[in-house]
């Protein structure tokens, strides 16, 4: 730029020397068209000047233009070949690694993998034909569900016969209800134990046999010599069982209820007969004919209740049966009986 400056003033300063020298009028100039010649001379030279000048110019900015091209191009041709060493080392280093891949064992792993998938392969096949095999189990399976659906549906018949075969056995009197006849039903029973109907069968019979158990048991008591204790508990098992019960088994504890409700009064009873006899024979002469009379008396007096409260109890029938027996044949003899009812007073006043 410094240099352009200075051509400029150079042709500047060139010029106007030209003018001032070609300016001077020449001694041999003696006319006006002579000094106008010379004046469009120093004109043309200058506008010549300019235009080499102008034209310079032009060149050199171009020459500048090229300079910074062919810069530019320089500059892109050294990074593309920069690029193309990295990429030729970048290529060198994979083929590096693909080597050493191969010789730590590469192939060996591309082999088991080739072994795997024909692994795979077979696997594959052994799948199909175990879902194939699992295809026909399950039309067995459900062929045999169809079946069992079947035997279900005999099973249940056979338990609504079995049912309606014992339900009425069961709702019996238990005096009525053989034991036998209870584990009959219960073996039975077992042969269909998986049925539900069958197992509310097997439920209610074990009931059943319990409550036949506790009315025994209350019927033994009635059989033996009085005990106020054990009457009480059984009277109170008993009636909590009641509800339970059906309406036979429900009447016939009930009676037996009301036998041990009474058991002391018949004890009282027959303990005042007794001792009525007792006194009478107190007599010197009381003789056969006079027990039988006062034996007869008594009852006769006093027949409902004994019919009530003795009779219905076959621990106190039997006293009373076995006590005038013994007096009829000896009236002067006094059974073990006779002491033993005695006893049971006491216990019953205890009570």
């Excluded at 730029?1 to 070609?22: A, D, H, P, Y």
């Excluded at 002579?34 to 080499?52: C, F, M, R």
């Excluded at 079995?162 to 009525?176: G, H, N, T």
């Excluded at 008396?297 to 029938?317: F, G, M, S, T």
Aim: net charge negative; proline share 1%.
């Amino acid at each position: 730029m410094e240099q352009r400056k200075l051509k400029l003033f150079l042709v500047l300063g060139l010029v106007f020397i030209c003018v001032n020298v070609f300016g001077q009028r020449p001694r041999n100039l003696h006319t006006k068209e002579d000094v106008s010649e010379v004046t469009v001379d120093t004109v043309a030279i200058s506008d010549e000047v300019v235009k080499k000048y102008e034209l310079e110019k032009k060149i050199e900015d171009l020459n500048d233009s090229i300079a910074k091209k062919r810069s530019y191009y320089n500059q892109k041709t050294n990074e593309l070949s920069r690029l193309a060493i990295k990429k030729r080392k970048f290529e060198e280093t994979v083929e590096k690694k693909r080597v050493e891949l191969q010789k730590s064992g590469l192939e060996e792993i591309s082999d088991s993998i080739k072994t795997l998938t024909s692994i795979q392969g077979e696997l594959i096949a052994q799948k199909e034909t175990l879902e194939a095999s699992l295809e026909k189990v399950n039309d067995k399976i459900d062929s045999l569900q169809q079946k069992l659906g079947v035997i279900e549906e005999l099973k249940e018949r056979n338990a609504q016969i079995v049912w309606a075969k014992y339900d009425d056995i069961l709702k019996q009197e238990f005096s009525k209800i053989e034991y036998k006849t209870i584990d009959k039903i219960v073996n039975e029973c077992n042969q269909y134990s998986d049925n539900k109907t069958i197992q509310s069968l097997i439920s209610r019979t074990e009931q059943v046999k319990s409550f036949k158990q506790t009315f025994d048991s209350g019927m033994k008591l009635l059989e033996t010599k009085y005990d106020a204790v054990k009457v009480q508990e059984m009277i109170d098992v008993l009636t909590q069982k009641l509800d339970m019960m059906s309406d036979a088994q429900r009447n016939e504890c009930s009676g037996l209820i009301e036998k041990l409700d009474i058991y002391d009064e018949g004890i009282a009873l027959l303990c005042d007969y007794i001792n009525t006899i007792n006194n009478n024979r107190k007599d010197p002469n009381y003789a056969t004919f006079d027990f039988e009379d006062n034996s007869r008396d008594y009852q006769k007096k006093n027949k409902d209740a004994i019919n009530k409260c003795i009779r219905v109890i076959p621990y106190l029938d039997k006293a009373f049966n076995t006590f005038n027996s013994v007096l009829s044949k000896n009236v002067k003899a006094h059974p073990p009986i006779e002491s033993e009812v005695l006893d049971c007073q006491i216990a019953a006043d205890n009570k």
